[in-house]
């Protein structure tokens, strides 16, 4: 994840540096599609660290 984040922070430098063209409208496609993937995964790791911390019913 680290790799990934300084790799878009490097495409987003670039893009700076070149006028906020069309490289920057990718990026920023590229950086919200990210984001809403990681929320998900999130919200799937909460969820099931909740689950696991609760354990088995005891009968």
Do not use: D, N
């Not at 987003?12 to 919200?32: E, L, Q």
């Not at 099931?48 to 019913?57: D, T, W």
């Amino acid at each position: 994840m680290l790799y990934w984040a300084l790799v878009f922070l490097i495409v987003a430098i670039v893009a700076a540096f070149f006028g906020f063209g069309g490289v920057a409208v990718a990026a920023a496609g590229i950086a919200k599609i990210l984001f809403f993937v990681f929320l998900v995964i999130f919200i799937v790791a909460l969820i099931s660290g909740l689950a696991a911390r609760r354990g088995p019913p005891v009968v």
